[in-house]
């Protein structure tokens, strides 16, 4: 079946009428509840069906609290988490005999012995990690509910973008039922909100559960406590409490159960915490709860909506519309996957972007890990930990430009948090002053390197993660921020990189060593398999990006001079960047075959995103040889897991290629996303969601070449649209409307007063401004 939603192509040909629409997509609807007729609301996410499994189940959250809401009408589930849910414990796992061996693994390598020193690296460098740790899931909550007619009809569940509150609708017999989901920051509680159209008609048995069957319940006065030492006892103690309250009918407590009988309506508050801060986990959620009961239902929800769309609310976006917004979202995705273009399941797709990040990563919480906060079970994919070799930094890519700054926070804090155990690595490991980190750490902290190394001996994820730091001055420009945060944590990075150089005994450069292309492998001239080399491409653009950010923060402070000059002496005798002989940029030192052509990590290509080496405006030649780079991985199965694909999003949109980056976008969609439009690696890994929004937002505007340029990227199938709200560096906030493929109007508020020179295709003009000052520009960006 090919259904074309596209309204961009002759209407005589190929538009649909509703009618037909919803014949064809009839078929695709599964058979629990109806076709439904209703207004479009292009920014819900909504099912005729109960989740069948976590796939399709939809997440709320607060930050650090949140739910997987699967909606049963008969038996609801939400599987529960608490970010501090980990296991494990602060450990110190350096090789004592790493420092020794480091000159002779260089020396291997610079021989050309490449299989030799990652054998002896593997021996002599990797950590012996003994003290696990992992994500947890907080627990499940259940409701079995009585129902007065096992006859389901109207059924509807859904998630509001605009609210964050999730909703489950349906009727059983003749009374109407409703149930309302929301995470709760303003009051730090999970609300669920049972109504009816009826009084009397709720009636239900609800418990808290936990896998492993360890965890201690307590039930009493309506109320269900439920706490575990995680980890068998090597990890956070933590508690969930969750209190009924009932208008009208009765509650009475049933073993570790809580009945509800003929009850008008009812609210569930649910409260968690753990000793991860040094705080009573019982005691905490004990006021948190508290607090909460005492207010009614619409004024906490009240509150949590004018909370969360403080931040949600600054970005608008229109890529138009057609009749496939009447349909649910699976359907949707089914029928783009058939091969139908769907722009609004873009928009709705991008502000679900954004709604995952105000959901996961709150000021004062932990970073977003590798699924948000959302992971069941206690054993969950890769740990849920934070990958520092590509995944933690994705997270955040939409932060800044979509006008998030404030949920970067979280992991701009992490980072000055993870110091002292960077420190002490940098040392006990290298024998170097400042602070190192390798490819993945947790809420411990830890910063050595451990497993394999090909993915393992890779000392640039806290000189990649630094970039962060400085970014978000760029977009801000918070001198306190940069002086108090940002500055030292990039100082000490750098002072650890300049003293890890060591120069090429054949080129005289500095080179970065022993080191990896993350995660990729390559053959040896004898047919090995090796990983590690003196001087992989990604490092020496990261440690130029690294540097030259930390000799502008120290300009912009007026301090440390000397190492300012030391650092820009560093720079000139840093490796280049190389073209092989192919037309591409190269990984490695040498051209060496690759075993995996289409691997996932196109690390050779930081220079061109997240970084801003290679662009039009400086070096034309990198960004053709960044193209063949990427057009090579793409011919050999690039792209096959979401982050990846969402990585090559903003790798076209840098390049340009408004056609290349939109494919991509639609292979993301189509190849890599789970009925909730969450992404799947596979499994379901957030990154690829976060990555996705960023490319989308690459693709409209760029602000990283030292201009403005709106529209950089705009693809054929968005012809009409806006995008409103959009932050640039210099501290630009860009308003954009667009018709006929062409801009039509730009919008620019001057938060700093910074002078701007803004570009659309080759028209450039410089404008100075003044803070608080709005600009209005036409197509030729002439002043209206």
């Given at each position: 079946?090919?259904?074309?939603?596209?309204?961009?192509?002759?209407?005589?040909?190929?538009?649909?009428?509703?009618?037909?629409?919803?014949?064809?997509?009839?078929?695709?609807?599964?058979?629990?509840?109806?076709?439904?007729?209703?207004?479009?609301?292009?920014?819900?996410?909504?099912?005729?069906?109960?989740?069948?499994?976590?796939?399709?189940?939809?997440?709320?959250?607060?930050?650090?609290?949140?739910?997987?809401?699967?909606?049963?009408?008969?038996?609801?589930?939400?599987?529960?988490?608490?970010?501090?849910?980990?296991?494990?414990?602060?450990?110190?796992?350096?090789?004592?005999?790493?420092?020794?061996?480091?000159?002779?693994?260089?020396?291997?390598?610079?021989?050309?012995?490449?299989?030799?020193?990652?054998?002896?690296?593997?021996?002599?460098?990797?950590?012996?990690?003994?003290?696990?740790?992992?994500?947890?899931?907080?627990?499940?909550?259940?409701?079995?509910?009585?129902?007065?007619?096992?006859?389901?009809?109207?059924?509807?569940?859904?998630?509001?973008?605009?609210?964050?509150?999730?909703?489950?609708?349906?009727?059983?017999?003749?009374?109407?039922?409703?149930?309302?989901?929301?995470?709760?920051?303003?009051?730090?509680?999970?609300?669920?909100?049972?109504?009816?159209?009826?009084?009397?008609?709720?009636?239900?048995?609800?418990?808290?559960?936990?896998?492993?069957?360890?965890?201690?319940?307590?039930?009493?006065?309506?109320?269900?406590?439920?706490?575990?030492?995680?980890?068998?006892g090597v990890g956070v103690k933590m508690v969930a409490r969750l209190k009924v309250l009932n208008e009208g009918g009765t509650v009475q407590v049933s073993g570790d159960s809580i009945q509800v009988k003929g009850a008008d309506a009812v609210t569930l508050l649910l409260a968690a915490a753990t000793d991860y801060r040094g705080k009573d986990p019982l005691a905490l959620s004990g006021m948190q709860l508290s607090a909460a009961a005492q207010k009614p239902y619409a004024e906490l929800r009240q509150a949590h909506v004018a909370d969360y769309k403080q931040y949600f609310d600054r970005v608008s976006l229109d890529l138009g519309t057609t009749d496939a917004v009447y349909f649910p979202t699976?359907?949707?995705?089914?029928?783009?996957?058939?091969?139908?273009?769907?722009?609004?399941?873009?928009?709705?797709?991008?502000?679900?972007?954004?709604?995952?990040?105000?959901?996961?990563?709150?000021?004062?919480?932990?970073?977003?890990?590798?699924?948000?906060?959302?992971?069941?079970?206690?054993?969950?994919?890769?740990?849920?930990?934070?990958?520092?070799?590509?995944?933690?930094?994705?997270?955040?890519?939409?932060?800044?430009?979509?006008?998030?700054?404030?949920?970067?926070?979280?992991?701009?804090?992490?980072?000055?948090?993870?110091?002292?155990?960077?420190?002490?690595?940098?040392?006990?490991?290298?024998?170097?002053?400042?602070?190192?980190?390798?490819?993945?750490?947790?809420?411990?902290?830890?910063?050595?390197?451990?497993?394999?190394?090909?993915?393992?001996?890779?000392?640039?994820?806290?000189?990649?993660?630094?970039?962060?730091?400085?970014?978000?001055?760029?977009?801000?420009?918070?001198?306190?921020?940069?002086?108090?945060?940002?500055?030292?944590?990039?100082?000490?990075?750098?002072?650890?990189?300049?003293?890890?150089?060591?120069?090429?005994?054949?080129?005289?450069?500095?080179?970065?060593?022993?080191?990896?292309?993350?995660?990729?492998?390559?053959?040896?001239?004898?047919?090995?398999?090796?990983?590690?080399?003196?001087?992989?491409?990604?490092?020496?653009?990261?440690?130029?990006?690294?540097?030259?950010?930390?000799?502008?923060?120290?300009?912009?402070?007026?301090?440390?001079?000397?190492?300012?000059?030391?650092?820009?002496?560093?720079?000139?005798?840093?490796?280049?960047?190389?073209?092989?002989?192919?037309?591409?940029?190269?990984?490695?030192?040498?051209?060496?075959?690759?075993?995996?052509?289409?691997?996932?990590?196109?690390?050779?290509?930081?220079?061109?995103?997240?970084?801003?080496?290679?662009?039009?405006?400086?070096?034309?030649?990198?960004?053709?040889?960044?193209?063949?780079?990427?057009?090579?991985?793409?011919?050999?199965?690039?792209?096959?897991?979401?982050?990846?694909?969402?990585?090559?999003?903003?790798?076209?949109?840098?390049?340009?290629?408004?056609?290349?980056?939109?494919?991509?976008?639609?292979?993301?969609?189509?190849?890599?996303?789970?009925?909730?439009?969450?992404?799947?690696?596979?499994?379901?890994?957030?990154?690829?969601?976060?990555?996705?929004?960023a490319g989308i937002t690459e693709m409209l505007l760029q602000s990283h070449a030292g201009e403005v340029e709106v529209l950089p990227a705009l693809p054929a199938a968005w012809p009409q649209g806006y995008i409103h709200g959009l932050v640039a560096r210099g501290g630009f906030e860009i308003d954009l409307n667009w018709e006929k493929g062409q801009l039509k109007q730009v919008k620019v508020l001057s938060r700093l007063g910074n002078p701007l020179q803004l570009r659309y295709g080759d028209k450039v003009i410089s404008l100075k401004t003044q803070q608080g000052n709005t600009y209005v520009l036409d197509k030729d960006l002439q002043q209206l």
């Open positions: 079946m090919f259904l074309d939603f596209s309204l961009s192509r002759p209407v005589k040909r190929y538009a649909l009428s509703l009618a037909k629409l919803t014949l064809c997509l009839a078929i695709l609807l599964p058979a629990y509840g109806q076709t439904p007729t209703r207004q479009p609301e292009e920014l819900k996410l909504w099912y005729s069906q109960p989740a069948r499994d976590w796939n399709e189940a939809l997440p709320i959250g607060n930050g650090r609290l949140g739910a997987m809401v699967f909606g049963g009408a008969a038996q609801e589930h939400l599987q529960l988490n608490e970010e501090t849910v980990w296991t494990g414990k602060p450990a110190d796992f350096v090789n004592p005999a790493a420092k020794a061996a480091l000159p002779e693994v260089r020396k291997l390598l610079f021989a050309g012995k490449y299989a030799e020193a990652q054998e002896l690296a593997q021996q002599k460098m990797m950590g012996d990690k003994k003290v696990g740790s992992t994500y947890q899931t907080l627990g499940d909550l259940h409701l079995n509910i009585d129902l007065p007619n096992q006859n389901i009809t109207k059924y509807q569940r859904e998630l509001d973008l605009e609210n964050a509150v999730a909703k489950v609708s349906f009727r059983a017999g003749d009374v109407s039922f409703q149930r309302e989901m929301f995470a709760s920051a303003s009051g730090q509680v999970l609300a669920v909100r049972l109504t009816a159209d009826k009084p009397a008609a709720q009636s239900f048995t609800l418990h808290l559960s936990r896998p492993g069957n360890k965890a201690q319940l307590q039930v009493s006065n309506g109320e269900i406590l439920m706490s575990e030492h995680v980890g068998d699976d359907a949707r995705l089914v029928a783009m996957q058939k091969g139908n273009v769907d722009p609004a399941l873009v928009k709705l797709y991008y502000q679900y972007g954004r709604y995952l990040l105000i959901s996961s990563s709150r000021p004062g919480s932990l970073p977003a890990n590798l699924q948000g906060i959302w992971a069941d079970g206690l054993t969950p994919p890769w740990s849920a930990d934070y990958h520092i070799n590509i995944n933690i930094q994705m997270n955040y890519w939409p932060a800044e430009v979509t006008n998030l700054t404030e949920m970067h926070m979280p992991f701009l804090t992490f980072l000055d948090e993870l110091r002292p155990d960077a420190r002490k690595t940098a040392r006990d490991m290298y024998g170097l002053k400042g602070t190192v980190a390798h490819f993945t750490t947790d809420p411990w902290h830890f910063t050595e390197p451990y497993g394999q190394t090909q993915w393992a001996m890779w000392p640039m994820g806290m000189a990649w993660s630094a970039q962060h730091l400085w970014e978000h001055y760029l977009f801000t420009e918070d001198k306190e921020y940069l002086k108090a945060l940002a500055y030292p944590v990039m100082k000490e990075t750098a002072e650890f990189t300049v003293n890890w150089l060591v120069k090429d005994p054949k080129t005289g450069y500095l080179v970065s060593g022993p080191s990896i292309s993350p995660e990729n492998t390559f053959k040896t001239a004898d047919g090995k398999i090796a990983t590690m080399v003196m001087g992989p491409t990604m490092d020496h653009m990261i440690i130029r990006d690294l540097l030259g950010n930390t000799i502008a923060a120290s300009e912009k402070l007026g301090k440390d001079a000397a190492f300012r000059k030391r650092l820009q002496k560093i720079l000139t005798q840093l490796a280049p960047t190389e073209i092989g002989s192919d037309g591409r940029i190269m990984e490695w030192t040498e051209e060496f075959e690759e075993p995996e052509p289409g691997h996932r990590h196109i690390s050779h290509l930081y220079g061109l995103h997240p970084g801003r080496q290679i662009t039009k405006q400086q070096n034309p030649e990198l960004l053709e040889a960044a193209r063949k780079t990427i057009d090579y991985r793409l011919a050999h199965g690039g792209g096959h897991t979401g982050w990846s694909r969402a990585w090559i999003i903003n790798f076209f949109a840098r390049l340009q290629d408004s056609e290349a980056a939109y494919e991509n976008l639609l292979a993301l969609l189509r190849k890599s996303t789970l009925p909730n439009l969450f992404d799947t690696h596979p499994p379901f890994q957030i990154d690829g969601n976060f990555g996705a929004t």
